[in-house]
């Protein structure tokens, strides 16, 4: 059988006349080519594009049809004389049916092979991405679920230590509110009892440690006057003329 041809169509010429069984193809039919010279730049740029997409399964339709396929080019225009506008000596889509049309079942071209396969590949990434994201999504999650539940129990500890460290920081301080006072009461006491509580200063009379709140202070020294005693009582105090004299005041408090 003789390849078929590709008949010009034009008004000048009768060529219904001459070729009465020829298909259309041009731009008016469902098989024009979408892709134009304005676009791409040349004809023949414009018609491998047609091509390429054609046998990647990729052709869009045009003017209102679907998509053309392989299988309609070789069930609806094998053997037929193929009509357009082209001139007879520029590359034309119609062309492409032909070959198309003409070829072999089972035979495609290899741009067309390697396109597919391309394609097959990024689908097949997609799919191995996708199928590995559902499988992971649970471990994911059980991941995410315990990690938050541990990062929970972590700030749970985290506060328990704070609230501790803030309440061993508050008995310490009451404890050494206590301290200061007893050994301000102390200063009051016989040496034998006093060293027991309190340390002795490094300069005579001084005081040696934390002082008590000024409240307290006035009320031990107001209340140990008033009963005659009289801090540091081992210890002489000093008259204005630098002589030793007896200790009878509860004013005096080595402070």
């Known amino acids: 059988m003789s390849r078929p041809r590709r008949i010009q169509m034009s ?14 193809v041009d731009r008016a039919t469902r098989w024009g080519n979408p892709y134009s010279v304005a676009e791409y730049g ?26 053309v396929a392989i299988e309609t080019v070789r069930r609806e225009l094998a053997g ?7 001139p007879p000596d520029q590359p034309c889509y119609a062309e492409v049916l032909i070959d198309v049309a003409t070829s072999p079942v089972g035979t495609a071209d290899p741009a067309a092979l390697a396109a597919q396969l391309q394609q097959a590949i990024a689908d097949l990434d997609g799919n191995i991405e996708r199928r590995a994201g ?6 994911v999650a059980r991941d995410r679920h ?18 501790l460290v803030a309440e061993l920081r ?15 009461v102390a200063r009051y006491l016989p040496p034998a009892l006093r060293g027991l509580v309190l340390p002795e200063p490094a300069i005579p009379g001084a005081w040696a440690g934390d002082r008590p709140d000024a ?41």
């Open 42 to 67: 040349s004809r023949a740029a414009a018609v491998e594009t047609y091509r390429r997409a054609l046998l990647a399964g990729e052709l869009p339709g045009v003017a209102g049809w679907p998509p």
């Open 134 to 139: 559902e499988l992971a999504a649970p471990i």
């Open 80 to 86: 037929r004389d193929l009509a357009c506008r082209c």
């Open 215 to 255: 409240e307290f202070v006035a009320l031990v020294d107001e209340t140990a006057g008033g009963a005659g005693l009289v801090a540091y009582p081992d210890r002489p105090m000093r008259a204005a003329s630098g002589q030793p004299t007896a200790a009878t005041s509860g004013r005096h408090s080595g402070r």
């Open 170 to 184: 508050r008995q310490l301080d009451v404890q050494l509110r206590q301290v200061a006072r007893l050994r301000w």
């Open 146 to 163: 315990h990690a938050r539940a541990e990062l929970d129990t972590i700030r749970v500890e985290l506060q328990r230590r704070d609230d």
């Open 11 to 24: 008004r000048r010429t009768a060529w219904r006349v001459h070729h009465p069984h020829a298909v259309r």
